[in-house]
């Protein structure tokens, strides 16, 4: 099952309550590189230890308010160095920083590499990466009724870290959450096999079926700024307690077909036998033994068992 975003043709839509609409958007955040900041910071603690050593030298040869200015001059450069390279970010590849300033949201950094912002805001970590999550095997009822177990795996990723963040308690939690919903939704709206040809069902129209998930799990994951990348069912199967009845019922059905067919072939067999003898003219039969010569062409092309031979010594009519 391709992405969700692919599905934009079909009518069916996800039957769910209406999820109010996001308070936050993903934003950029300002941001600038970390390298001067770095090389800023260092050189500021270099300077700083420079001149607490130099207030040191000044008070051993004079006692004087200038070592003690020299001093606290060179314990604040220390601190304010400190404090910018607080404001340094280590980002890899598939990662962001949620960026929050006495609790409101300044934006998101996603550019890789050593950035820096105001050492006074609070960054979280989020991935972006593709992430896998499968479910735990679930019974639930099909659209008839009968008990049936079922999983899937869906392949999912963080779209927009600001509603990950803020929209929901937690994303990772809200995913396996909605995930479970939409598989069971599913499942009930659909038979494991539909009677009729024409109806889908879950082992007949895996494709479907599956489509019809991504696009449900699009709708409920959508607040939560996750976009859904793949669907697809991992374990679909009867639950154990009517499995046996289950498999009786689809081995009657395949026998079934292929008794039809051996009908249909024999039927078509006898009708070009009679169309070919009447055609070169290789002896007239009448009704009587024409339907005598039915019988026996169609016993012998639809039995179980190889037929045994019996040889007319007789006339045609003895």
């Known amino acids: 099952m391709s992405d969700a975003t692919s599905t934009d043709g079909i009518t069916d839509q996800a039957d769910i309550p209406p999820l109010p609409e996001p308070r936050v958007r993903e934003r950029p955040a300002h941001n600038v590189s970390g390298g001067l900041a ?4 260092l050189a500021g603690l270099a300077g700083g230890v420079g001149l ?5 030298a000044v008070a051993s040869e004079h006692k004087g308010a200038w070592s003690t200015l020299l001093i606290v001059s060179g314990i604040v450069v220390i601190l304010a160095a400190i404090l910018t390279m ?9 990662e962001a920083r949620v ?4 609790g409101r949201y300044r934006g998101t950094i996603r550019t890789d590499g050593l950035r ?6 609070s960054r979280e970590k989020i991935s972006t990466r593709v992430r896998n999550h499968e479910t735990a095997v679930l019974k639930v009822n099909d659209a008839y009724g009968n008990p049936i177990e079922l999983a899937a795996v869906v392949v999912w990723k963080v779209e927009d870290t600001a509603q990950a963040m803020f929209e929901v308690d937690d994303f990772l939690e809200f995913v396996a959450t909605q995930t479970e919903a939409a598989v069971r939704h599913i499942a009930i709206e659909y038979p494991y096999d539909a009677h009729d040809e024409d109806a889908l069902s879950l082992r007949g129209n895996a494709e479907e079926i599956t489509e019809k998930l991504a696009i449900e799990l699009h709708a409920r994951v959508e607040a939560a700024g996750v976009r859904i990348i793949e669907s697809r069912f991992t374990h679909l199967a009867y639950a ?3 499995a046996s009845a289950m498999l009786q019922r689809q081995q009657a059905g395949a026998v079934v077909a292929a008794r039809r067919q051996i009908v249909d072939g024999a039927v078509g067999m006898v ?3 009679l169309a070919r003898i009447a055609e070169e003219e290789i002896v007239a039969l009448d009704e009587e033994r024409k339907a005598a010569m ?6 012998v092309l639809c039995g179980d068992r190889s037929p045994q031979p019996v040889v007319n010594t007789g006339s045609l009519y003895q």
């Open 38 to 41: 770095l090389l800023g910071g």
């Open 52 to 56: 607490i050593l130099a207030g040191a």
């Open 86 to 94: 607080c404001g340094l970010n280590t980002i890899a590849p598939g």
């Open 99 to 102: 960026v929050q300033l006495f």
């Open 116 to 121: 820096w912002v105001n050492p006074l805001t």
């Open 240 to 242: 154990p307690e009517i």
């Open 271 to 273: 009708e070009a036998a």
């Open 294 to 299: 039915v019988s026996n062409l169609m016993v």
